[in-house]
């Protein structure tokens, strides 16, 4: 019965805190990046993500992110890839732009049901494209919020992720992004991406795309 | 998994001899350093530490509060609370809700509190598959073995051994001892088991009081993999691992991280505030989150033991301690190795079964100097020691042998009585000294093993200080 043993854990927890001992009130404390601002945040954002071994691009609106696109899918050599359908990705008109350069680029929305989705997403694509919600120039990371624009396994299952982030939603640090995400109706699902998967657990020899992405591209877009 | 606490010094001897272990263990030093100049970029780093074990400390005083908290702020985002009093009480309700779904294996996110309460073989028993992802828990779940590190639990095993089990479970056909191939291997093994999966079970690093959410730190993606394939998602926690707000949380990210492996963010964060919404394709539509007891608000009730219940499982302990450095993690005979498992451990499985852990320590505090959360190891160890001598009934305390309880109170008498001091230094001074050898004492009332088998006592001076000063004090 859960409801006694639960009653039974909190009433000896509360109990036994009359002989807690004195403790001190956590202080502010100031975190890595806080004072900077404008194209120190690019570049430090910058280096951090390629020191963990994504590649880092800038485009100019999304003519400029298309060209990247082009650019990335055939250097790699993708003809599928899964996008969510974010604000930042729908306005890039991905499945009409695929069609006119030869690729073939399909959305959750294709997809009747989870099972369909997730044999497309686990089977049939090369990459998987995402917008980035937020990105944090303190670690190098991207914040994606999953919703019904952002499938959780397009940024995972493809052994390429490939994520636009606008720079404007390049910010310092992550405490920035909870104030206002973690309000009245939180994510069912926030997730940081600091690089791509990775391993060490065999000879601590690192190994990239162990269970998700071996390659992370990071598109940052200006307006 | 079974206990063999027991066995510490006879494993600590055979790993002390293994050379693979000693290769990596060497390799530690390297890591620690690693680990600290991560927080370099704090502007202050001792003071990011401080805050970091504020946070914690504050977190375990206010527990039942918090506990309360996170689990109407859970389930008020749809998620399923269940609160398990110990190993079978957990095991019984994850095992009866796949018996439920008809589910016929499940996927593990690595998490050592399932280490702890035995889940993979509760699972087994009743016909439920249990596959664990992290590539290192995978490797020593087929080799039947305990993580040699709670961080790196495979990292010592020999890439031989490896592929000749990969090739004898068929994960894969071909035999090669190239650490990416198995890994690749690994991968595409478990891959179509991600893509098939119904049910996915996580451990949870952090949970957040104030919304609700839990939080796990990866690097490989197979917890998020868990947590996105499967309609149903079972995330177990032990229950000390509440923290009150989002941003102390995201502030103890940082310290975990950089603790853990030197990163300043695992590759992979994931926040769960309640199961999937309606419209999302992906994750899970059942959210279940069971909190674990299993011995810990008995921890709670000691209010010198508490402190205890502050570890994130960073692992810097074991990295720095010159003990773990040289006879590796499978000494220590259970979930939990190095300090933090030296700590934990004899107040989980008791006093008694556990005794070379909390002896097997020089008390040199480098441990308690790394920690980010807080604890204070050789505390926690001498207080081990006071109470098995004590009998204490609850952590089971079984006493000294009777030889060392004499010695010790004779001890107590001279050392109190200065008299009586005196004239037993004198004697043993006559006793002992003959059977020394380059000024260490070798053998003290007929015997060299024991206390002096891996100690240098050295003569008892002639004059002694206290002589001396006597006779010079004027």
């Known amino acids: ?45 910058k280096a951090l ?44 008109d991905l499945p009409g732009w695929a069609k006119q350069k030869g690729f073939a680029i399909t959305t959750q929305k294709d997809y009747e049901d989870r099972t369909a989705f997730k044999r497309a997403v686990f089977t049939e694509v090369d990459a998987g494209i995402t917008g980035a919600d937020f990105g944090f120039a303190e670690s190098g990371t ?21 994520a636009v982030l606008p720079s404007s939603r390049l910010i310092s640090s992550y405490e920035q992004m909870a104030e206002t995400v973690f309000g009245e109706t939180p994510p069912s699902q926030l997730i940081l991406i600091t690089g791509p998967s990775m391993t060490g657990d065999i000879q601590a020899t690192p190994f990239k795309g162990m269970h998700g992405p071996r390659e992370l591209i990071v598109i940052l877009k200006d307006d | 998994m079974k206990p063999q606490t027991h066995r510490y010094k006879e494993i600590a001897r055979e790993q002390m001899a293994d050379r693979r272990a000693r290769g990596f263990l060497d390799l530690l030093r390297a890591v620690a350093e690693k680990r600290k100049s991560a927080y370099e970029d704090f502007p202050n780093p001792d003071a990011a530490r401080e805050y970091s074990r504020a946070v914690r400390a504050a977190a375990v005083a206010r527990l039942p509060q918090l506990l309360e908290q996170f689990e109407k702020s859970a389930s008020r985002a749809g998620a399923k609370v269940y609160w398990a009093a110990d190993a079978e009480d957990a095991n019984a309700y994850i095992v009866r809700l796949a018996k439920e779904r008809n589910i016929s294996y ?31 828990e995978f490797i020593i779940q087929l080799l039947e073995r305990p993580p040699f590190h709670i961080v790196g639990p495979a990292i010592n095993i020999d890439p031989q051994e490896i592929s000749d089990i990969f090739i004898e479970k068929g994960v894969m056909s071909d035999a090669t001892t190239d650490p990416v191939e198995l890994g690749y291997a690994a991968r595409c093994y478990l891959r179509e088991k991600f893509h098939h999966l119904e049910m996915g079970i996580t451990g949870i690093n952090m949970a957040v009081a104030e919304t ?79 909190i674990l007891d299993n011995g810990r608000s008995t921890i709670y009730e000691d209010a010198a033991y508490r402190e205890v219940l502050q570890c994130i499982r960073c692992g810097a302990c074991l990295g720095n301690c010159p003990i773990y450095g040289k006879i590796g993690g499978y000494s220590y005979g259970w979930a939990y190795s190095g300090p933090m498992g030296q700590a934990l451990t004899p107040l989980l499985l008791g006093l008694d079964r556990t005794k070379d852990l909390y002896y097997s320590c020089t008390l040199c505090r480098t441990c308690r100097d790394v920690c ?8 926690l160890l001498r207080r081990h020691r006071q109470k098995q001598r004590e009998k204490d009934p609850v952590f089971h305390g079984s006493g000294l042998k009777v030889r060392e309880e004499i010695g010790l109170r004779g001890f107590a008498l001279a050392a109190a009585t200065p008299t009586l001091w005196r004239s037993a230094i004198r004697a043993a001074r006559l006793a002992m000294n003959r059977k020394s050898h380059g000024g260490i004492i070798r053998e003290v009332l007929g015997k060299s093993e024991g206390w002096l088998a891996s100690r240098d006592l050295p003569c008892v001076g002639s004059p002694t200080f206290n002589e001396w000063f006597r006779k010079n004090r004027s």
């Open chain 1, 142 to 162: 991207l914040c994606l919020m999953a919703n019904g624009d952002m499938p959780r396994l397009t940024s995972l299952a493809p052994i390429i992720h490939i």
């Open chain 2, 372 to 379: 980010p959360a807080g604890l204070h190891h050789p505390r």
């Open chain 2, 212 to 290: 609700g959410t839990i939080i796990n730190v990866e690097n490989e993606g197979n917890i998020r993999f868990c947590k996105s394939s499967p309609d149903i998602q079972v995330s177990i926690m032990s229950l000390e691992k509440v923290v009150p707000t989002m941003k102390e949380a995201l502030f103890v990210l940082r310290t975990l991280c950089r603790s853990a492996t030197g990163q300043k963010l695992g590759a992979y964060v994931s926040m769960d505030t309640g199961p999937k919404k309606k419209e999302e394709i992906d994750g899970p539509s059942e959210l279940h989150i069971v």
């Open chain 1, 1 to 45: 019965m859960s409801n006694s043993t639960r009653d039974h854990i909190l009433s000896r927890l509360y109990k036994a805190q009359s002989t807690a001992r004195p403790f001190i009130e956590p202080e502010h404390c100031p975190e890595p990046t806080e004072n900077i601002a404008g194209e120190l945040l690019v570049d430090r954002f």
């Open chain 2, 106 to 136: 499940v996927i593990k996110g690595k998490s050592m509190v399932t280490e702890e309460s035995g889940l993979n073989e509760a699972l087994a028993a009743e016909g439920v598959q249990p596959y664990e992802s992290d590539l290192g």
């Open chain 1, 49 to 92: 993500i390629e020191a963990q071994g994504s590649c880092f691009e800038r485009a100019s609106g999304n003519d400029g992110v298309l060209k990247v696109l082009a650019d990335v899918f055939n250097r790699k050599g993708i003809s599928r890839a899964m996008a969510s359908t974010d604000r930042f990705i729908s306005a890039l």
